[in-house]
């Protein structure tokens, strides 16, 4: 049964599980450190909430209100409209293999679960559960927008969370669990979508540990573990005791080639580095979030990023100019699947024509940075309110 009565997120959800999970080497200490902190959603994570609505209002409408498959518009750019549409056919397609009957329930899009039963403030929501019925196989799909970081699929924690949720909570007879990753805009060795599939059972042994890990969190004494996770701990910038030890003592140790040095100290100096760079990263991105907020550091200040330069009329009325006035085919015009930028399209046309494109495009800022005052760039103010969104740590 889906439970809808929780909130929006746990704070011991599956999107931070590799995290906490003290058995695979997390930092259940960071549980209790986070309490009560406000997590700044980024620009990367902003993108991913905003494509996961997407895909799933789409979905949401093919399949449950019957409307016409759905026709990406580049309303949010040919980059995410073409990730996305990857996800919703693979769906769709997964769906059909699958002879799910919607009657029955063999469908659920952004499926909320809660997993009491293993153990209390354990909830989450799944982005696809499709159950095949003649195979009694129930297939968990995660949608992943993010295309700095190739994600595993096989021993993935969060994806096992899902699965888990999913079994319990569907309660349909199941031999195997599926587990698959959609990541379509990351390079990875087996593709854009990748598969791990084991007997239902196996995930009992999953259950008693995502048991224990949950208790551990609870331990007032719980130890802090700082590591390449991180840079997804809403405590790790300015909050953790452990990080900071492991920088003073990063920072103090030295090397030379012409002096003799301890290689233990080098083994432990590399071993640090993760968790280092996760911290330099979140330090980063908490400055920003105080300097959007109206709060600057002293000595920094908001620019804007260097402006890039965009359509700004429609993909139809672009492709039709070039094809009349190059007489070139309209597939020219095209970088699959999208269209070809400014500088691409510039390059097939001479001066002249050049000069009438150059009314299609517009420049756009990016974004914005924070940088030293001795930066040249001139400092913009911003609205908080529309630059950024607090979230809290958990499921997403």
Same mark, same amino acid.
């Given at each position: 049964?889906?439970?809808?009565?929780?909130?929006?997120?746990?704070?011991?959800?599956?999107?931070?599980?590799?995290?906490?999970?003290?058995?695979?080497?997390g930092c259940p200490g960071s549980v209790n450190l986070s309490k009560n902190l406000v997590s700044v959603e980024s620009e990367y994570a902003s993108q991913g909430t905003l494509a996961h609505t997407i895909a799933s209002e789409a979905l949401e409408k093919y399949f449950f209100m019957r409307t016409p498959p759905l026709g990406f518009t580049q309303s949010e750019g040919a980059e995410m409209d073409a990730a996305v549409k990857v996800y919703v056919d693979f769906v769709k397609s997964e769906a059909m293999k699958a002879k799910a009957v919607l009657k029955d329930g063999h469908v659920l899009i952004e499926h909320k679960f809660n997993l009491?039963?293993?153990?209390?403030?354990?909830?989450?929501?799944a982005d696809a559960v499709i159950y095949w019925p003649e195979e009694k196989k129930l297939q968990v799909i995660d949608y992943k927008h993010g295309a700095g970081i190739a994600?595993?699929?096989?021993?993935?924690?969060q994806l096992q969370y899902y699965g888990l949720g999913a079994l319990l909570s569907t309660n349909f007879p199941c031999a195997t669990v599926e587990l698959v990753v959609?990541?379509?805009?990351?390079?990875?060795?087996?593709?854009?979508?990748?598969r791990w599939s084991f007997e239902s059972f196996e995930i009992l042994d999953f259950a008693a540990d995502l048991a224990a890990d949950a208790a551990a969190t609870e331990d007032p004494n719980a130890p802090?573990?700082?590591?390449?996770?991180?840079?997804?701990?809403? *405590?790790?910038a300015?909050?953790?005791? *452990?990080?900071?030890e492991k920088a003073n003592a990063l920072a103090k140790i030295e090397f030379s080639k012409e002096l003799s040095y301890d290689p233990e100290q080098l083994a432990l100096a590399l071993k640090n580095i993760p968790a280092i760079e996760a911290w330099i990263k979140k330090v980063h991105e908490f400055a920003y979030a105080e300097a959007v907020h109206g709060r600057l550091p002293p000595g920094w200040k908001m620019v804007a990023k260097r402006a890039t330069r965009k359509w700004k009329a429609s993909e139809e009325e672009?492709?039709?100019?070039?094809?009349?006035?190059?007489?070139?085919?309209? *597939?020219?015009?095209?970088?699959?699947?999208?269209?070809?930028?400014? *500088?691409q399209m510039e390059k097939l046309c001479s001066k002249q024509i050049g000069e009438g494109l150059r009314e299609m495009i517009e420049s756009v800022s990016s974004g914005y940075n924070l940088a030293p005052e001795s930066d040249k760039r001139p400092a913009v103010k911003l609205d908080p309110k529309s630059d950024f969104t607090a979230i809290t740590d958990g499921d997403e």
């Open positions: 049964m889906t439970d809808t009565s929780q909130t929006a997120h746990s704070k011991i959800g599956a999107s931070s599980y590799s995290r906490w999970s003290k058995i695979h080497g009491e039963s293993v153990y209390k403030g354990l909830f989450g929501t994600v595993e699929v096989e021993d993935n924690l959609v990541q379509p805009r990351c390079q990875h060795e087996d593709g854009q979508i990748r802090l573990n700082p590591g390449k996770h991180c840079r997804f701990c809403p *405590a790790a300015m909050h953790c005791p *452990a990080v900071k672009v492709v039709k100019y070039m094809a009349e006035a190059t007489k070139k085919d309209k *597939a020219e015009f095209y970088s699959e699947p999208s269209l070809k930028t400014p *500088a």
